[in-house]
């Protein structure tokens, strides 16, 4: 009776009793095997294709990289600076220029001649109004 009941749980004899379509036997499993290449073609590879490799991730290299941007980043920030301080001298310079012509100089950025613009009306242009800061 032993030999009965430890055939009951043999596993290879458990898939060879499976002998149906779809079935763990191995004729039925060489079966569908050959329906899946019959199926499929010639196409089925015969490995999966290989992962593509991890970078490698290069602390000395990130920090480099870093260093060229921050640099690159103060630079153009130092030709900025020195582009707004470049323009201030020219509003500087035209104002000086007004004022030597002993005219009333007013405006922030634009500097012009406050006598040219009439903030109570009156028959000027756009382009008396444009010419009056300098555009």
């Not at 870093?66 to 707004?84: F, P, Y």
């Amino acid at each position: 009776m032993a030999a009965q009941v430890m055939a009951v749980w043999d596993f290879d004899a458990a898939a060879e009793r499976r002998d149906s379509t779809g079935g763990t036997s191995k004729r039925s499993v060489l079966e569908q095997a050959k329906q899946l290449e019959l199926w499929a073609g010639s196409d089925i590879p015969t490995a999966p294709p290989a992962a593509p490799a991890e970078p490698v991730f290069d602390l000395k290299a990130l920090k480099e990289q870093e260093a060229a941007e921050m640099k690159k980043k103060i630079e153009e920030n130092a030709l900025k600076a020195k582009q707004k301080e470049k323009e201030e001298d020219e509003r500087i310079a035209k104002m000086q220029a007004l004022e030597a012509q002993g005219v009333k100089v007013a405006g922030g950025m634009h500097k012009f001649d406050a006598s040219e613009v009439d903030v109570h009306g009156g028959n000027a242009t756009a382009d008396d109004f444009l010419d009056a800061f300098g555009m």
